[in-house]
């Protein structure tokens, strides 16, 4: 299993390499890397995926996303295709099976707008769910009791929950004396 220092260090070769987001305005580029961040993370509780390696390969399409939102607003159409064909390798060499239609059906038409070309290709990419190893065990439970909420007596300011169990009480009562009750206690009492 990776260990969380592996997946660490994958995580911060990601954000210390610029030309990963460095055709990006802030908000893009910090949703790129959080879908990064994301997709990392799910190595922690993996066996048989290398740590380094899946790094590597999700770092180049990082990378490749970067060059094609970012080459989408200000470059020609051969050059965004170049740019969305190398994308799009990428895409399949980390495991996800999207085409050029499936793209181009989620970016906006508005080539200026960065964000939603961005989410649009996420919405393609869930961050991939590697094959999970053992289920972590839970956390033990707290050995100690935890204390019995106060109630407080009628007649004094009552905090919400003390008014819904007297409320409940007294409405309860009533229901239990009639119970106890026999039929011949209800004619004398009419």
């Given amino acids: ?67 094609f939102v970012g080459k989408r607003t200000y470059e020609d159409e051969e050059t965004q295709a170049r740019a969305l064909t190398e994308m799009l ?6 495991g996800f099976s999207v085409d050029e239609a499936q793209v181009k059906a989620v970016i906006p038409d508005d080539v200026t707008d960065m964000m939603g070309t961005l989410e649009g290709i996420l919405s393609l990419l869930a961050p991939p769910t590697p094959l999970l190893s053992q289920p ?14 106060p109630l407080s007596s009628k007649g004094k300011e009552e905090d919400p929950l003390s008014k819904l169990v007297n409320t409940l009480d007294d409405w309860l009562k009533p229901k239990q004396d009639t119970q106890n009750d026999s039929p011949t206690d209800k004619q004398e009492e009419e």
């Fill in 1 to 67: 299993m990776p260990k969380e220092t592996e997946v660490q260090a994958e995580i911060d070769r990601m954000y210390e390499d610029e030309s990963a987001t460095d055709e990006l305005n802030d908000g893009e580029a910090t949703l790129l890397l959080e879908w990064g961040e994301a997709s990392l993370n799910r190595l922690v509780f993996t066996d048989s995926i290398n740590a380094e390696e899946y790094g590597t390969n999700l770092r180049q399409l990082i990378k490749r996303i970067n060059r």
């Fill in 89 to 94: 390798e990428w895409i399949a060499k980390n």
């Fill in 136 to 149: 972590q065990p839970l956390p033990p439970a707290s050995p100690l009791p935890l204390p019995p909420l």
